[in-house]
Structure formats: C-alpha cells, structure tokens
C-alpha cells in the first residue's frame, strides 16, 4: 500500500499509473498526519540541495524523466516500510531526497 500526499485522488491516480502502480491501494494523507506518525520530519534545504541529490535530478532528466507538477508537501521527506501483522518490521527513513532503499531487500521478510 502506498500513502501519498496528493489531496486529489485523480492526481495520485495519474502519477501511479505512469508506473504502472495503478491497481495498488493508496491512501491520500495530504496533512501528512500518517508521515508524522511514522517518523517522517520536513526536508531541510541541505537534504534537496546537496551533490547526490542534483547529480540523481540530473540523471532522470536525461533518461527522459521530469519532476513534473509538484502535489502535496514536497518538503515531507518519504520513506519505505514493511508492515506485517501490524508491526513495522523494516523501516527506511530517507535522510536525502535522493535516497533509495533496496526495495526487493525491504520486500523480504527474513
């Protein structure tokens, strides 16, 4: 399940349809009451503006990958969870806007 920071169903349904995510469910949080709760703080400007994050915004660029509209708090940073049985079992908090987890790795359940 995602949790995005849309307020609009049809923006979120546009942007997950571009990855084909479109039949995952979704939640919309645009208060970012869900984000607070797990732990996801606001960005500070070092976390957007620093050498990997523009080196990474640059490459997308390239492959024909655009930041698009922005939706939502874009200074939320995001993060990646793995819940079972109502217990977060892996937890990645990005410290960056760049930042990615291993998401097969985070998919595991060991």
């Known amino acids: 399940m ?7 169903d049809e923006k979120a349904r ?3 349809g571009q990855h084909k995510l479109e039949d995952v469910p979704r ?6 009451e869900l984000y607070q709760a797990f732990g996801l703080t606001r960005a ?6 620093n050498y990997e994050s523009i080196v990474r ?3 997308a660029c390239l492959r024909g990958h655009w930041a698009g509209a922005p939706a939502g708090d874009m200074e939320r940073m995001p993060g ?6 109502s217990e977060i079992k892996k937890a ?3 410290q960056l806007v760049s930042d990615r987890p291993n998401y097969l790795e985070m998919a595991s359940v060991a």
Request: hydrophobic share 45%; aromatic share 20%; proline share 3%.
């Open 80 to 85: 990646t969870f793995l819940i079972q049985n």
């Open 27 to 32: 939640i919309g949080d645009p208060s970012g």
């Open 44 to 49: 500070n400007w070092h976390q957007f503006l």
């Open 57 to 59: 915004m640059l490459s």
């Open 2 to 8: 995602f949790v995005h920071l849309s307020d609009s």
């Open 92 to 94: 990645f908090r990005n």
């Open 14 to 16: 546009k942007f997950f």
